[in-house]
């Protein structure tokens, strides 16, 4: 059964940091090109960044390039997402996703997902 939890959401001032965790478990991660997503109230969800396992493949959305990296630690089955200088309209619902194949922004395309975890940003 495969599992992805996401964890280090919560609430933070703009201009600061957060970095999201998300574990794997039931696949075989170096198989797996990760995600972020992000769904924020009566928005559609759209995609934050990805990576492949060895990090040639690495895609981020154009709100968050510079400000959002995305890694893994293949070792612990493990993607992350650094979140620097927030801000207000980065507030939303985090969630990690895996699929294999092409690499893609595409969320329909992903066929795994976590529960998803809350960021919070105040003004």
């Known amino acids: 059964q495969v599992q992805l939890v996401e964890s280090g959401g919560g609430l933070v001032q703009a201009g600061g940091s957060l970095r999201l965790s998300c574990a794997a478990s039931g696949l075989t991660f170096s198989s797996y090109f990760m995600g972020w997503f992000r769904q924020a109230p009566g928005k559609e969800r759209e995609f934050v960044a990805a990576n492949s396992w060895s990090d040639k493949s690495t895609f981020y959305a154009d709100s968050v390039k510079g400000r959002f990296t995305i890694s893994r630690d293949n070792a612990k089955n493990t993607v992350y997402l650094q979140m620097n200088s927030l801000k207000p309209e980065d507030t939303a619902a985090y969630y990690c996703?895996?699929?294999?194949?092409?690499?893609?922004?595409?969320?329909?395309?992903?066929?795994?997902w976590g529960q998803g975890i809350q960021v919070t940003v105040s003004s």
């Open positions: 996703a895996g699929k294999r194949g092409i690499p893609t922004r595409i969320a329909a395309a992903y066929d795994y």
